[in-house]
C-alpha cells in the first residue's frame, strides 16, 4: 500500500486474524475488542480468509 512517497505493508486477512488471535491469548483484556475486530474482518464484503481472494 503507498500513501504519497510513504509505502506501507499491510497483512493479508489471515495475517490480520492471526495477529488478532495472538494478542488476545497473551492480553486477556483485549478478547472482546479482538473477537468483535475478528467478525468485522470476515463480515467484510468481497473478502474470503479461505481463498485469499478479496
Known amino acids: 500500500m503507498t500513501c ?3 509505502s ?3 497483512p493479508s486477512i489471515e ?3 492471526a ?3 495472538h494478542a488476545m491469548r497473551n492480553q486477556a483484556e ?3 475488542r ?8 470476515l463480515r467484510r464484503p ?3 480468509p ?3 481472494k478479496t
Open 4 to 6: 504519497g512517497e510513504l
Open 8 to 10: 506501507l505493508r499491510v
Open 15 to 17: 495475517g490480520m486474524i
Open 19 to 21: 495477529l488478532k488471535l
Open 30 to 32: 483485549r478478547r472482546i
Open 34 to 41: 479482538d473477537t468483535q475486530d475478528i467478525q468485522t474482518i
Open 46 to 48: 468481497g473478502s474470503s
Open 50 to 52: 479461505v481463498t485469499g
